[in-house]
């Protein structure tokens, strides 16, 4: 922080936030800048969000309806989720914890098999997932990481910070499933990456 006059203080010094010079690496500005965090799911929400863990919990071998909507079958899977998978709050919503559970590959189901009655829903369809770039840091690159990760781009470090190599295994993987390849991460990437 630097201090500097400010006339709407009466010639007072007041605090303002010190300008990231252009010539800063990419991490040490995406360091400076806020956080991108998943959203916290629950039942009755609906979206890209919703649909993206799905993807997870049929990659883990629960066989749910995949309509991007939380019903009551989708907090029973993720409360058999949080019990088997180990050291989660059983509480039937997706927050923090749960979520790097679900993007990292890591999980081996020991055996069971998960079945709880499909309800037909209609929620509001607006929690996706976000869009990242370069620069974004938090636990949504994190989880972007962790999938690229299981995809084989095993080189790549889990930081939660979207820098040059992130944004070239980005682009690797858009190629590869062929995407636009823009080393962005938006509806079509996460799609791909929930698989």
Known sequence: MSAMTNIETNGQATATATAIPTSAPVESAALQSRAIDLPVLQLGLAGEAVRFAQQ???????????????????????????????????????????WRALCDQEYTRLGWTFSFPLKNTKYP???????????????????????????????????????????????????????????????????????
């Open 56 to 98: 997870r919990l049929m990659a883990n071998g629960y066989r749910i309806g995949f309509n991007g909507q939380f019903g009551p079958q989708m907090k029973a899977a993720i409360e058999h989720f949080q019990a088997n998978y180990g050291g989660l709050r059983v509480d039937g919503i997706i927050g923090e914890n749960t």
């Open 125 to 195: 369809y607006n929690v996706n997932m976000p869009e990242l770039y370069q620069g974004s840091v938090g636990d949504a690159v994190e989880c972007l990481q962790l999938r690229l990760y299981d995809n084989g781009f095993f080189w790549l470090y889990i930081d939660g910070i979207f820098g040059e190599k992130t944004r070239d295994a980005v682009k690797a993987f858009q190629a590869r499933e062929g995407l636009n390849i823009d080393g962005v991460v938006g509806k079509d990437t996460w799609r791909k990456l929930g698989e």
